[in-house]
């Protein structure tokens, strides 16, 4: 790519830095929380944006039946497609549904409040601000006077927080895209091309109620229930081994962070329901690590008699692993961002799970790579006081459109 390019490109995100700002705090300022998940709403005010920038939006609603079977009240997943000729289609795809705020915020999680440089908002992070970076880089691409060469997506998607099934999985299953590339939501530090899977299991352990009276005529599904997480404790010591050869991986992980039981204070509990999260490594098989676990807390219920089992899959997400041609895009974004940031900046891996493993399993080499600072701890994401340096905003937009112009084959 010419340095008269880069130049361009450079110009143009400088003299509409603030309008790309305004954009980002109207995202933020619109409540897309997921629980409820009922995200309709804010994606009709982002294609309203983003027409507003010059920009062709094609809407596509979920059933609403489907999308309540995955626990959510309603979804629109955006696409905006511009063609500047023959060759690759590049899709770039961030995720407009957040966490709930919670509690401790020093900040309106809403006012997209600017404080010593920093935005602050829930969902500015994680992923709000890379439909500013991927919509602003695009518009910088379209301001060119070299010809490009292939199709630039963006995929503005409304279910990450429940698992991707509706946002790119159905983007894909639906035919209404099928990318050569994918640059999916991610930090300014990093270029991720690989992260943990994820599975959770609900656990239900069913006693019979009694009396507190007389306990010893019911059957006690706490008590076993206790057994069991014990058990499942005394085994999670065993993940300290399992370490993934990839940086920024670190070890398999296994959490139980949700448990329900009980009918009051003086019946014995007849029934307690818990839900696990294990993390997987990329080394790891999902299959093999869901019969383990399996069998870890089958093994536990078989040493408390009289008691019932049922272990539900509630989620599976697949690890994300580099696949065939993922070279091309992590090297570009390697050398572009190592450039702007000022910093040698490596390939390595997160230990999350995002919906880009949606389009590695079809086979479409992905990378994470877009606004944010060092880390998701700096970003406060997915907690209390949420925040994005617009000074990172700025260069992953430049990081990216010169990575889109030189993939397109910018003229020289």
């Known amino acids: 790519m010419s340095t008269d390019n880069a130049s361009c490109i450079r110009a143009f995100l400088a003299a509409t830095r603030q309008q790309q700002t305004a954009f980002l705090a109207e995202l933020v300022r619109i409540p897309s929380d997921n629980p409820p998940g009922d995200c309709a709403p804010h994606a009709a005010a982002a294609a309203a944006l983003l027409e507003a920038q010059g920009l062709a939006v094609e809407r596509h609603p979920v059933p609403t039946d489907l999308a309540r079977a995955r626990g959510m009240v309603s979804v629109t997943n955006l696409v905006v497609r511009h063609r500047f000729g023959d060759g690759p289609v590049i899709a770039l795809n961030a995720h407009g549904d957040v966490v709930p705020p919670g509690e401790g915020w020093t900040q309106d999680p809403y006012g997209a409040a600017i404080v010593g440089g920093w935005m602050y908002g829930r969902g500015v992070a994680v992923s709000k601000c890379d439909f500013a970076t991927y919509a602003w880089a695009l518009l910088a691409l379209r301001s060119l006077p070299a010809p490009l060469a292939g199709t630039v997506e963006l995929h503005l998607t409304y279910d990450e927080e429940s698992g991707g099934e509706i946002g790119p999985a159905w983007l894909l299953s639906e035919a209404i895209t099928r990318p050569d590339f994918v640059i999916s939501a991610g930090f300014s530090y ?72 009980g009918i009051n204070t003086n019946v014995v509990p007849d029934r307690v329901v818990f839900r696990l999260d294990r993390r997987m490594i990329p080394e790891e098989n999902p299959a093999a690590v869901e019969a383990e676990l399996r069998a870890v807390i089958a093994e536990a219920a078989r040493a408390v008699p009289h008691t019932g089992l049922a272990v539900r899959r509630i989620l599976l997400a697949e690890p994300l692993r580099p696949v065939d041609g993922s070279a091309v895009l992590t090297d570009a974004l390697c050398r572009h961002a190592s450039a702007v940031m000022g910093e040698t900046i490596v390939p390595s891996g997160v230990p999350l799970y995002t919906d880009a493993r949606h389009y590695a399993a079809r086979g479409i080499p992905t990378v994470l790579y877009g606004a944010g600072p060092r880390t998701i701890e700096e970003a406060n994401a997915h907690r209390a006081d949420e925040r994005l340096p617009l000074n990172d905003l700025a260069k992953a937009t430049e990081v990216v459109a010169l990575t889109l112009a030189e993939l397109l084959g910018a003229a020289d």
């Open 190 to 261: 990093a270029v991720v091309n690989a992260h943990n899977g994820c599975l959770h299991l609900e656990v239900e352990v069913r006693g019979r109620s009694a009396h507190a009276a007389k306990p010893f005529t019911g059957i006690d599904a706490l008590a076993a229930a206790t057994h069991i997480l014990a058990a499942l404790y005394r085994w999670r010591a065993e993940l300290a081994a399992r370490v993934s050869a990839i940086p920024g991986i670190g070890a398999a992980q296994l959490t139980i962070g949700l448990i329900a039981g």
